[in-house]
């Protein structure tokens, strides 16, 4: 299939200069989506300052990608859907999920909609279509696929955008879901984060071809575009939603950007890659690029960005510390939500471990027995 | 009451579930205009429009993973995989996604979700069409397995399926599509999900069994009354979560116990009923649990009917705990 969207690859010059055609987008727009490009990297720092304190377990670092998800993420609507992977927590919040929630499922604790039951940085929000992720990569490709076919039938007017990285592209999920959706005529749009790396595999030796080509594998438009440059992601992001939205075509959107950070707060990058890659997306910051567009547009004033970030951190801070002093899960949640009733023969494993939790104090009052 | 085949009592429960709720499809590969090859899915394209029941690309593992997506969305698939042999692709999809979905959300997402697909043997169809593999699936915790042995359960169990608000593995014995009939109501009912089924009483053997071995166990069992043995023939119907109560109070009522299933034996479904009798009643039992089974080995061939329990064989098992 020939593509035949116009989309720009690049609409912002790693200086920060306009090189493609404005967008035109509006003043308070292009501020919202610096705030919002800017609590992603606050998060991120304070989520990983969390972590080296040791008072939460886990950080899949978003440092490097606060255009990729937030100029994708922006194009979609309240009723679109945002299928995740390791790292569009901060889209999620951008698109309404509550910073508390956020946080403390970071913790796990008993405030977290997940109750505490998967490992840290995989948040979820019903509320704005955000689901709930696992771990294992490219399985929720078919998902997106799966619940843009029931949006078609019901004629919803969503869209769902299914988020996963360059590593996805080779699993399972990645090829059945492009594939169904390409057949059913799904109004979905895969975002391929191209963030460089699939923890320590390099991206190029994901394939012997390139990922913007899979497009036309299975019949559906696909473009590349610089994930640094926030405008240009927009851009395209907005073209391929309305498209699938008006048409249910779905396409795909390969967003180049480039990792930062290791893998994860459990991750030394410095045993694959080298620092002068690192150095060279350094001076491709994202965030340095938009700062620096605004300015010269007078959108954005001197200082204005680290007042921004003091504010952003200072909220996140408030919110950890709130979070920290929550009260853990009751010992009864270990057998909740297996089912949508708690069977008899899980009832009665719990009943007997409470038998043993009371002998040995680990039993808290809310920990009761069930009824047999 | 209409008498139907457990294959026609499937297609009437597909099509009676249809009926009453527009959130339910049907696909998987060849059910629409083909009507599935065993022709399960028959007609429903016709009376349902391709919207809601539909052919799909040949993945199993797209075919459940989109149908998790589809159930998180509000709607109530019902997937087909040709083959329960050919189910593993989607392996992950069952057991990382669907299973797992309501625990790891806390119950904010869920998966009412039914995977029909035939198992076993008895068709002459070698390693990849004979397999049961229940007890791959019953080690997954948030997964109900299902598996029927007659026309009525067919039918009451896969609407109770369809109606459940979790993901259900739902058997059938191929082997049964078209060799029993049974009386069937022609309205909406349901069998509740979890309750074992009493085939025929009997106070000196009990045994255990599900699916295709239901009528080989009774036929067993038959031949064994006709030597004076009393034999209690339960068919579980619901693996998981598994009527507990029921199987300990069939097993205490004769002190000897048979479990019967044509899946190899090594950690199959039948280690699982001995050992929760051995935990919870075994000072009731007259005689050792004994297992009747499919070798541990693939399924094979030109012999299937050696690796699948028969009646003989059964029988054997019946008198060597009765005579103990």
Known sequence: MTATLSITRQILDPAGKLCGTDPELSPEFLKELFVHMLRVRAVDERMLKLQRAGRIGFVGSMFGLEAAMIGSAAALEPQDWLWSGLREGGAALMRGLPLSEYIAQMYGNGSDTAKGRQMCNHQQHVGTHYPSWSSVIGTQIPHGVGAAYASKLRNENAVHAIYFGDGATSSNGFHSGMNFAGVWNAPAVFMCVDNGWAISVPSGHQTAGTYVSRGDAYGMEAHEVDGNDVLATFEAARLLVERARTENKPALLVIKTYRMAGHSSSDDPTRYRDQAEVDRWAAQDPLDRFETYLSSAGLLEQGGRERIYSELIAEIDDESNRQERAPKMPLRSLVDDVYADVPLHLRRQYNRFLEVSKRLGDAQPGDGAFPL | ?324
Do not use: W
């Not at chain 2, 009437?12 to 060849?30: C, H, N, Q």
């Not at chain 2, 299973?99 to 997402?109: F, I, T, V």
């Not at chain 2, 255990?208 to 579980?236: H, Q, S, W």
């Not at chain 2, 979560?241 to 009522?253: I, Q, R, S, T, W």
């Open chain 2, 1 to 324: 009451m209409v008498t139907l085949t457990l294959l026609q009592a499937l297609t009437d429960g597909m099509k009676t579930a249809m009926r009453k709720d527009e959130s339910v499809l049907v696909f998987g590969e060849d059910v629409g205009k083909r009507g599935g090859v065993f022709l399960t899915t028959e007609g429903l394209q016709e009376e349902f429009s391709k919207q809601r029941c539909f052919d799909t690309p040949l993945s199993e593992d797209g075919i459940v993973g989109a149908a998790i997506g589809m159930a998180m969305n509000g709607m109530r698939p019902v997937a087909e995989i040709q083959f329960q042999d050919f189910i593993f692709p989607a392996f992950d999809q069952i057991v990382s996604e669907a299973a797992k979905l309501r625990y790891r959300s806390g119950g904010q997402y869920t998966c009412p979700l039914v995977i029909r697909t035939p198992y076993g043997g008895g068709i002459r169809g070698g390693l990849y069409h004979s397999q049961s593999g229940e007890a791959y699936f019953c080690h997954t915790p948030g997964l109900k397995v299902v598996i029927p042995s007659t026309p009525h359960d067919a039918k009451g169990l896969l609407i109770a399926a369809i109606e459940d608000p979790d993901p259900v593995l739902f058997l059938e014995p191929k082997a049964l599509y078209r060799s029993v009939k049974g009386e069937v109501p022609e309205e909406h009912y349901t069998v509740d999900l979890s309750t074992l089924r009493e085939v025929q009483s009997g106070s000196d053997v009990t045994v255990f069994c599900y699916g295709a071995m239901v009528p080989i166990v009774t036929k067993a069992a038959n031949r064994a009354e006709e030597n004076g043995i009393k034999t209690c023939v339960v068919d579980l119907r619901t693996l998981l979560p598994l009527d507990e109560e029921g199987v300990l109070e069939f097993a205490k009522k004769t002190g000897r116990v048979v479990v019967v299933h044509e899946a190899p034996r090594f950690c199959g479904f039948g280690a699982e009923i001995s050992a929760l009798i051995a935990e919870n009643a075994i000072e009731y039992m007259e005689a050792p649990i004994a297992r009747v089974t499919g070798f541990d080995t693939p399924f094979p061939n030109t012999l299937e009917h050696h690796y699948m329990p028969d009646d003989r064989r059964v029988l054997d098992a019946i008198e060597h705990v009765f005579n103990y």
